[in-house]
Structure formats: C-alpha cells, structure tokens
C-alpha cells in the first residue's frame, strides 16, 4: 500500500512569512496526527484528527497554526507568521479507526527552516 | 505526559547487546517502540499493551511491567542497521488519544 505522502519535502522562509504543509494519509486511514521534531528531540503532538473532526489540539499555537483536514482525507498545516523556534520537522502520521494495537504511519517530513 | 528515556545514547560493536528503558510517571495503557535514522520518518517496531507481555521480532524484543509504568527495548546481538535513534511513545488509556513521545535515545552500531 501507499505510504503517508508529505510536501514539500523542505522549505526555507524568513520570520513572519507564512508556510503551508500538506499531507495525504493511508487510504482508509481514519486518524491524522500531525507532530514537531525538533532537532534532537522527540516528536510532540500538535493536532488530532478523526476523519474531518479535531480530536485534540491542546498543543497547537493557535495564534499562530492553523489546521484542517476537509473531507477526512488529506490534511493541511499552515502557519502565519513564522518564527525562529518554528525550525523543525513536521511529521503527519495516520491510523486506522479502531487499531489501537497497530503503530503510527509516518510520512517522511517537511524539514522547515526559518531565518 | 512526555515519558522518560535512559540512556540518552550508546555505542556498541556489532553483536553486543543494549537495552533502552522507558518509563512514565502515569499509568500506561501502552506502549510504542520507533526507530528513527538520520532524516527519515520513524518506522514502527512493535506495540505492547497493559498485561504485562513481552514481545520480539527477530533479535529485538520489549517487555512491558505495568506496576512499574515503564517499558523496555532489547537489541540482541546488534546489527550495523540497528543504528538510529529510539523513541518510545505512550498512551494513557484506550481513549484513542494520540502518543506522547519520549526524547529519543541514539543508538550507534560500529563494525
């Protein structure tokens, strides 16, 4: 089957510009997560979607991101402004409604710079 | 609640063994072990689930204790492709909510 499929695949901006992500999850794949790698970090949670209805996004900086995802299939991530500690890997993952013994799928990234 | 894990990073020579441990300080539903390389997305090893199981998959393996919130990943006999970074992610409950990832712990296979 298809992967997660992400892009762009890197994007450099300067401070205060905008930046849009964009993800398609598995086909069928009810659940999208999108998430924050920081250079040496772990992953951290921004947004929790089931089909086109946020779960949760208690760690989403809402003055600042923005996500949607219509019609439950691909999702976007966007921020507007951006700023130097927005500097990350952005992940999205997806799974399946009802695997909760099953392991994330994850896309391979969008690598963002912002100087 | 992000879950803690130890060692930070290890060398091995290829076919010594490592353990990586992860552990939360609220009760765990379950866990998941990843594998990260440089610049890649983490892949998926395995998931263990409250109960105490323990679970392999070739010459790598994780056990789970319940009672103590902490899970651990067995590398045995380490292959040059087990170099990455581990990350172990947590679920509180079943309710579907997403993981909490821990830190990462690096982990370098030399010949």
């Known amino acids: 089957e298809a992967g997660v499929a992400q892009s762009p695949r890197y994007k450099i901006i300067e401070k205060r510009q905008s930046v849009a992500f964009w993800c398609n999850p598995i086909?069928?794949?009810?659940?999208l997560y999108w998430y924050q790698q920081i250079l040496g970090q772990g992953p951290k949670l921004l947004i929790q979607f089931q089909n086109n209805g946020v779960v949760d996004d208690s760690q989403l900086p809402k003055d600042r991101f923005s996500a949607e995802r219509l019609k439950g299939v691909d999702s976007t991530l966007k921020i507007q402004p951006a700023k130097l500690e927005d500097s990350a890997v952005y992940l999205c993952?997806?799974?399946?409604?009802?695997?909760?013994?099953?392991?994330?799928?994850f896309g391979s990234g969008t690598r963002l710079t912002v100087v | 609640q992000q879950p803690v894990q130890s060692p930070q990073a290890v060398i091995l020579r290829e076919g010594e063994d490592a353990v990586i441990n992860c552990s939360s300080s609220k009760a765990l539903y379950s866990v998941h072990w990843y594998r990260q390389k440089h610049g890649e997305a983490p892949v998926f090893l395995m998931i263990l689930l409250k109960g105490g199981e323990q679970k392999g998959h070739e010459k790598i393996s994780a056990s789970f204790n319940e009672k103590k919130q902490q899970s651990s990943l067995y590398l045995t006999a380490s292959q040059l492709s087990y170099s990455g970074t581990y990350f172990c992610?947590?679920?509180?409950?079943?309710?579907?909510?997403?993981?909490?990832f821990g830190k990462g712990t690096s982990l370098l296979v030399t010949p």
């Open positions: 992610g947590t679920a509180n409950s079943n309710s579907g909510y997403a993981l909490n």
């Open positions: 086909s069928g794949h009810a659940t």
């Open positions: 993952a997806s799974r399946q409604i009802g695997q909760s013994n099953y392991g994330y799928t």
